[in-house]
Nanobody
Framework: QVQLVESGGGLVQAGGSLRLSCAAS????????MSWFRQAPGKEREFVAT????????YYADSVKGRFTITRDNAKKTVNLQMNSLKPEDTAVYYC??????????????????WGQGTQVTASS
């Protein structure tokens, strides 16, 4: 079992930065790939970024590549998402997720069995 709690969301002007954090509890955090997804009003939940269990591999959605950075600290059981140069289209609820189905593509939400409650990010124009 893994419990996930996100924090760090808020309101920022376009071009600004925010840092999201996800704190995990449970025994099996360090051996799981972790990801961030987001969901805007009226839209499907979409993949944002993922990091392998070791932290050695990361992958980003094209829409955030070069602006967002995902990191993790297995000793502290945290996953972070540094978001720079925020745009109004980044406005969404952001969710932290732990991967449970490794045969499912890492960008698909079906591969994740543990989710946080979400944190709102709003980038105003």
């Amino acid at each position: 079992q893994v419990q996930l709690v996100e924090s760090g969301g808020g309101l920022v002007q376009a071009g600004g930065s925010l840092r999201l954090s996800c704190a995990a509890s449970g025994r099996t955090f360090s051996d799981r790939d972790m990801s961030w997804f987001r969901q805007a009003p009226g839209k499907e939940r979409e993949f944002v970024a993922t990091i392998s269990w070791s932290g050695g591999s990361t992958y980003y959605a094209d829409s955030v590549k070069g602006r967002f950075t995902i990191t993790r600290d297995n000793a502290k059981k945290t996953v972070n998402l540094q978001m720079n140069s925020l745009k109004p289209e980044d406005t969404a609820v952001y969710y932290c997720a732990a991967r449970t189905r490794i045969l499912v593509d890492r960008t698909l939400r079906e591969g994740y069995g543990y989710w946080g409650q979400g944190t709102q990010v709003t980038a105003s124009s």
